[in-house]
């Protein structure tokens, strides 16, 4: 994640992200504690690969690492083409 943030915002972007990570865990907490209570398991494991599937899907739509660009770059050009790019999308 960090390497496609711009550099001015990426510490405010990065703790924001650990917050949503928290508020994360205790919505699961929560959602577990009212599926349980009235109802099945298996509502809850439902409810909860949800955010699987979102991910699943638009993990597809992710731009390859920076890193994986330029180790895997068919020539020079490219590869200077490559650490341009991400130079100029980084500042």
């Avoid at 390497?3 to 929560?30: C, H, N, Q, Y």
């Avoid at 959602?31 to 699943?56: E, N, S």
């Avoid at 390859?64 to 180790?71: A, F, M, Q």
Wanted: net charge neutral.
């Amino acid at each position: 994640l960090a390497e496609f943030l711009p550099t001015k915002d990426r510490g405010k972007i990065l703790m924001l992200a650990g917050i949503f990570w928290s508020i994360g865990l205790m919505f699961s907490v929560s959602l577990a504690w009212i599926c349980l209570t009235y109802f099945d398991w298996r509502v809850y494991i439902k409810t909860t690969t949800i955010p699987l599937w979102f991910g699943a899907i638009g993990g597809l739509f992710i731009d390859e690492s920076p890193h994986y660009l330029i180790t895997k770059a068919a020539s020079y050009d490219q590869h200077d083409e490559n650490i341009k790019y991400y130079y100029d999308k980084c500042k």
